[in-house]
């Protein structure tokens, strides 16, 4: 009789023993993770969050406030909308908060019964005389994580708006796992220590997308289904305050270059009265590294460049070489100190670095160095100046010393 209800007494603790760890699995699978902030529209007044769950069942439903003290009433609740797709095994959630005021900081909770996750972001000025913009431009991040979350970490504490990241995320479009361990670090490290999350502007690079180039869209899921960017996502525009405007560009992954030229015309010729025009694309015209008579670099030349400098734009990033570059200010083709565009590159957040060309033995380099790096862009409060540094990974030269 002992044996017997000792038996079963073992059985119930085994079955809640389970129970409990069904439970906290389960727990785990609805917890917010991977969350990116991006903008759809104007950043003056909207934000877009998106987050995953490894459980459909995960958290959809995040509020906000204006305060992280604020008053039950206070807080807005919005349900994000939930989706999947083929190549992943989570629940992608994204919700984009709409009428939010210019310069101000709203403190968002993304529920879960047990860790929600609570940060902040901060929305961008409308008008200049507020404060300075701070704007990290690079990309290719690729395959040295370890180096990538140096990067990251070198970034966030630069304290920026908002960064540029100018494709090549990943290494292999379709893994899984490599885009997983990429959000976790960005959920991670792109956050500043106070709490604020800084959001991306992505374009879209051959290692987006499977095949690389001259592709459809289904071939680049992860890049489409979890950067929400306005439409079509691989090429679009987005005004920052009155002051400065930036095209993003697809060098022929998702849609040809040609396909795209018009467009830009028609983007920079609307915005024609915005002081400042800054372009992102990928594969660099003016490279560091590859051929200068490579089929993209050339169509790029032939195609966009002209609009370009018919429309006067300040400044382009380029990537894809996985070098420091600088070019010579360029116009028609050649140097032009007085009116030529600079155009920087050539990604450097974590992929292999490459041994450059000597800059001194092509024109158009100003400077080309093989090292890890981005850009540092602040345009200040006057809307007079952009002041662009770069930012390099310690090369490994400093010391510390400690009692
Ligand atoms: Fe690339």
Redesign the pocket.
């Known amino acids: 009789m002992k044996r017997m209800i000792l038996g079963i007494l073992l059985s119930i603790v085994v079955i809640i023993s389970g129970f409990e760890l069904w439970a906290q699995d389960s727990m785990d699978a609805m917890q917010p993770r991977q969350v990116v902030l991006t903008w759809q529209n104007d950043p003056s007044t909207t934000m877009t969050i998106t987050w995953r769950t490894d459980s459909q069942m995960g958290s959809n439903i995040l509020r906000y406030a204006e305060s992280p003290d604020a008053k039950p009433r206070k807080w807005k609740y919005v349900q994000a909308t939930t989706f999947t797709f083929d190549e992943t095994s989570g629940w992608i959630h994204t919700a984009e908060l709409t009428g939010l005021k210019p310069d101000r900081s709203y403190y968002v909770v993304i529920n879960h019964p047990q860790s929600p996750d609570k940060f902040h972001f901060t929305t961008i000025p409308d008008t200049r005389g507020k404060r300075d913009l701070v704007i990290l431009a690079g990309?290719?991040s690729?395959s040295r994580r370890e180096v990538r979350r140096e990067m990251n970490e070198l970034a966030a504490r630069q304290n920026p708006d908002f960064v540029i990241f100018d494709?090549?995320f990943i290494a292999t479009a379709l893994s899984e796992q490599q885009w997983d361990e990429w959000f976790d670090d960005w959920h991670e490290q792109m956050i500043t220590a106070d709490g604020r999350r800084i959001p991306v502007v992505p374009a879209i690079?051959?290692?987006e997308i499977d095949g690389?180039y001259n592709q459809t869209r289904d071939k680049a899921p992860f890049y489409f289904n979890r950067f929400i960017v306005p439409e079509p996502r691989n090429y679009y525009a987005l005004n920052f305050g009155q002051d400065l405007v930036l095209v993003t560009l697809d060098t022929d992954h998702a849609t040809s270059v040609s396909e795209q030229t018009g467009w830009l015309d028609q983007q920079l010729e609307t915005n024609r009265n915005v002081r400042w025009k800054l372009v992102q694309y990928?594969?660099a015209a003016w490279p560091s590294v590859r051929d200068f008579d490579g089929e993209i670099p050339v169509k790029i030349r032939n195609e966009w460049i002209p609009v370009l400098e018919k429309h006067n734009v300040d400044l382009v990033i380029e990537?894809?070489?996985?070098a420091y570059k600088k070019t010579v200010p360029i116009r028609n083709n050649r140097q032009d100190d007085e009116n030529g565009i600079v155009y920087l590159g050539d990604?450097g957040w974590g992929?292999p670095v490459r041994e450059t060309k000597n800059a001194d033995d092509y024109w158009w380099l100003a400077e080309a160095v093989t090292i890890d790096h981005f850009w540092k862009i602040t345009l200040t409060k006057d809307a007079r100046t952009l002041i662009v540094e770069p930012v390099f990974r310690p090369a490994g030269t400093g010391f510390t010393l400690s009692k």
Request: aromatic share 0%.
């Open positions: 990309g290719d690729r494709g090549d690079g051959n290692h690389g990928h594969v990537a894809h070489d996985h990604g992929a």
